[in-house]
């Protein structure tokens, strides 16, 4: 079956421009919104697809009125439903028209018919096995950097963000479509507190960014994994459960080097979301979110949506900061 998925040399071949495996990705997003009628309109509602910005100190958060991601927005992750429910990253259930490109022999690169991203991919591995980071971060790190000409990657923990909990996944969008891609180097100066520099290898932590986040820059693989490791040992620690703790991550390689943002989140979704009448706002926070773009199915949210339920949303979903102060704390220490 996997070798049906597997899109043909043959076929991808008049859609290339380039020879890397980021060019061989935006290639078959091109081919796939040929012939397959899910992403081709997909792509296609995106052209209407409002958006409004809201300005804060030196950054800002873009608001998507996404009707598209209505069931993604909206997805059943308890125990229950999913086992109740064929999973639809797993190669026998894709649909016939789908198909993707395989990567080191155990994931696959798919093209997401409900786009976020004007270009935007799903990477499941191709075994069936639970959404958790700490196996699979170099794996992170490997994908940016082959994706790093177009694409930045990110992964969404099994209770923050993840449709698909059961099944392991990475996602990739195109760069600088979050504001934290360009707004990153700002937000560092600006807000920015070094906890670790070792010969340009660097570690910080942001806590006045709405939401806190930890972030680990090198161009050497093995001290982006030893400080991720470093961090996950002390945050699981803190989280007090066997279960990974709450966690968005985004790879960007860039300028020759990665920059990995990690942001400890207290809780899945916001008191917002069970909210009944005038206060709900049906808004799931995922690492597009935390990365800056805040996606809403609903009109009726994306017109009522203030500055005020932003901060709130964050204030809600990202990590204590007496909890942040202790990472903090246990990073610096050699």
């Not at 935007?120 to 994706?147: R, Y």
């Not at 990690?262 to 009448?277: D, S, V, W």
Request: proline share 6%; with cysteine; hydrophobic share 35%.
């Amino acid at each position: 079956m996997l070798n049906q998925k597997i899109i043909s040399d043959e076929k991808l071949k008049p859609f290339l421009q380039g020879e890397t495996i980021a060019d061989k990705t935006k290639a078959l997003l091109a081919q796939q919104r040929k012939i397959w009628k899910l992403p081709k309109e997909g792509y296609k509602s995106l052209e209407k697809v409002q958006v409004k910005v809201f300005e804060f100190d030196g950054f800002q958060i873009k608001v998507q009125y996404n009707p598209g991601r209505i069931i993604s927005s909206s997805a059943k992750v308890d125990k229950k439903s999913i086992e109740s429910r064929k999973c639809f990253l797993c190669i026998n259930n894709l649909p016939d028209e789908q198909k993707g490109i395989l990567y080191y022999r155990d994931l696959i690169i798919l093209v997401n018919p409900y786009p976020i991203f004007p270009e935007h991919f799903t990477l499941p591995k191709i075994d069936h096995i639970p959404q958790a980071i700490e196996p699979n971060f170099e794996g992170l790190l490997d994908i940016s950097k082959d994706l790093g000409k177009y694409y930045v990657v990110f992964y969404n923990g099994p209770k923050c963000g993840a449709s698909a909990p059961d099944h392991f996944h990475y996602q990739a969008g195109i760069k600088n479509f979050m504001p934290i891609d360009y707004e990153y180097p700002n937000v560092i100066e600006m807000y920015g507190e070094k906890l670790v520099s070792e010969n340009g290898n660097t570690v910080y932590a942001v806590d006045k960014y709405l939401r806190k986040f930890i972030s680990i820059e090198s161009n050497k693989k093995d001290f982006i994994k030893n400080y991720f490791n470093k961090f996950f040992k002390i945050y699981k620690k803190i989280s007090n459960s066997d279960e990974e703790p709450l966690l968005n991550v985004i790879s960007n390689y860039v300028d020759e080097k990665w920059r990995v943002v990690i942001f400890p989140r207290a809780k899945h979704r916001p008191e917002q979301y069970f909210a009944k009448g005038v206060k709900n706002i049906l808004l799931s926070p995922a690492a597009v979110d935390f990365g800056g773009v805040f996606i809403t199915p609903l009109e009726k949210d994306f017109k009522e949506i203030s500055k005020d339920d932003i901060i709130d949303i964050f204030r809600q979903t990202s990590i204590s900061t007496e909890y942040f102060e202790y990472i903090k704390k246990k990073l610096l220490k050699k």
